[in-house]
């Protein structure tokens, strides 16, 4: 018996009688005059990497549910074992709501899918619950030196599993975005209640990034205004060591002050919420990219000027001679410049 099938929408390319490079056989790879590959090529955006990165979301839908925004981050913890099932381990997808197809839109890192989703200010937020942010995980051991088969079972649980539910550690928000003209008090990103973390859009329209224990709390605010209506680059930064907030703004430190040690927890029952939460903070605006990390620029062995290089000048936007694309990219290694 044959079960239905659904099938799946894909651009099969497209075909050629000629070669699309010039003279492949004999070393020459740049495109030939009329090539098949011109203006094939995409753009696509590759973040730097950052420290114990446990989220991290383009803002593209799912595919086939526009309410699925895909958790795209990987952190090798421990409890990846068995390299057959990592594709079982935990991911943090957000879910849109009052999302439709219409909320996705194309954006400046990259022009291979719509990968922007748009926030109305009235009723539309993203949320992930806090139940999938503090798992459980039993872990099977298997000892491969033991031929009798022995094995063990291993919990991973509180601190040990890792997700953006913060607790004592250092720890980053990095995000892509863009407010409409004049938009204020509007929620970025936050997962508080008693004790956790908020990145907003305050009353002046700068970017306020606080955190709150039981008995502390600590904010800082930029020193400028972001919402202009252009695309922003955000890092807030918790460094507990140094006791000190920072939040860097388009490739630079914009702003700095007192933070909190490493002995107050962040940890709460509140669901993960962008771009606004049931009852209030709707942003308005458009996102493209998020991400949180469990550690701080430095903790990741760079800063903010080699990430912010890497992601608005990174060789992946070049080909392999070095040179930009001319108008949309051409397939293949080399741009068509002659």
Same mark, same amino acid.
């Given at each position: 018996?044959?079960? #239905?099938?659904?099938?799946?929408?894909?651009?099969?390319?497209?075909?050629? %009688? %000629?070669?699309?490079?010039?003279?492949?056989?004999?070393?020459?790879?740049?495109?030939?005059?009329?090539?098949?590959?011109?203006?094939?090529?995409?753009?696509?955006? +590759?973040?730097?990497?950052?420290?114990? &990165?446990?989220?991290?979301?383009?803002?593209?839908?799912?595919?086939?549910?526009?309410?699925?925004?895909?958790?795209?981050?990987?952190?090798?913890?421990?409890?990846?074992?068995?390299?057959?099932?990592?594709?079982?381990?935990?991911?943090?997808?957000?879910?849109?709501?009052?999302?439709?197809?219409?909320?996705?839109?194309?954006?400046?890192?990259?022009?291979?899918?719509?990968?922007?989703?748009?926030?109305? @200010?009235?009723?539309?937020?993203?949320? $992930?619950?806090?139940?999938?942010?503090?798992?459980?995980? +039993? !872990?099977?051991?298997?000892?491969? @030196?033991?031929?009798?088969?022995?094995? #063990?079972?291993?919990?991973?649980?509180?601190?040990?599993?890792?997700?953006?539910?913060?607790?004592?550690?250092?720890?980053? /928000?990095?995000?892509?975005?863009?407010?409409?003209?004049?938009?204020?008090?509007?929620?970025? $990103?936050?997962?508080?209640?008693?004790?956790?973390?908020?990145?907003?859009?305050?009353?002046?329209?700068?970017?306020?990034?606080?955190?709150?224990?039981?008995?502390?709390?600590?904010?800082?605010?930029?020193?400028?205004?972001?919402?202009?209506?252009?695309?922003?680059?955000? /890092?807030? #930064?918790?460094?507990?060591?140094?006791?000190?907030?920072?939040?860097?703004?388009?490739?630079? %430190?914009?702003?700095?002050?007192?933070?909190?040690?490493?002995?107050?927890?962040?940890?709460?029952?509140?669901?993960?919420?962008?771009?606004?939460?049931?009852?209030?903070? $709707?942003?308005?605006?458009?996102?493209?990219?998020?991400? !949180?990390?469990?550690?701080?620029? %430095?903790?990741?062995?760079?800063?903010?000027?080699?990430?912010?290089?890497?992601?608005?000048?990174?060789?992946?936007?070049?080909?392999?001679?070095? &040179?930009?694309?001319?108008?949309?990219?051409?397939?293949?290694?080399?741009?068509?410049?002659?």
């Amino acid at each position: 018996m044959l079960k #239905e099938v659904k099938s799946i929408a894909y651009d099969l390319g497209v075909e050629s %009688k %000629k070669s699309p490079m010039k003279d492949p056989a004999d070393g020459d790879f740049s495109l030939s005059d009329g090539s098949a590959a011109l203006d094939r090529g995409v753009k696509a955006f +590759v973040p730097w990497a950052t420290y114990a &990165n446990v989220g991290e979301w383009n803002f593209h839908s799912a595919g086939n549910d526009p309410a699925r925004l895909i958790d795209e981050h990987w952190y090798m913890t421990p409890y990846y074992y068995v390299r057959d099932t990592y594709y079982r381990n935990p991911q943090f997808p957000l879910t849109g709501v009052n999302f439709t197809k219409a909320n996705y839109v194309a954006g400046p890192l990259e022009d291979w899918t719509k990968g922007a989703c748009t926030f109305n @200010w009235q009723d539309q937020y993203a949320v $992930c619950p806090n139940a999938q942010l503090n798992r459980s995980l +039993v !872990i099977p051991i298997k000892f491969r @030196w033991d031929k009798s088969g022995q094995k #063990e079972t291993r919990t991973v649980a509180g601190k040990d599993f890792k997700s953006p539910q913060i607790y004592d550690s250092n720890f980053l /928000i990095e995000a892509y975005f863009k407010t409409v003209p004049g938009h204020t008090k509007g929620i970025l $990103c936050q997962k508080i209640g008693h004790a956790g973390y908020s990145l907003s859009v305050n009353r002046s329209g700068g970017i306020t990034f606080a955190v709150r224990g039981e008995k502390t709390s600590a904010s800082v605010r930029s020193a400028v205004a972001v919402n202009d209506g252009n695309w922003h680059h955000v /890092i807030a #930064e918790c460094d507990r060591g140094a006791r000190k907030l920072v939040l860097y703004l388009n490739g630079r %430190k914009n702003s700095t002050a007192p933070g909190i040690g490493g002995s107050v927890s962040l940890f709460n029952s509140s669901d993960l919420y962008v771009g606004g939460t049931p009852d209030r903070g $709707c942003f308005h605006g458009t996102f493209e990219f998020l991400r !949180i990390s469990l550690g701080t620029l %430095k903790d990741a062995k760079t800063d903010i000027g080699e990430l912010y290089a890497w992601e608005f000048d990174g060789p992946f936007l070049y080909d392999f001679s070095g &040179n930009k694309p001319r108008g949309k990219r051409d397939a293949g290694a080399l741009e068509k410049v002659d």
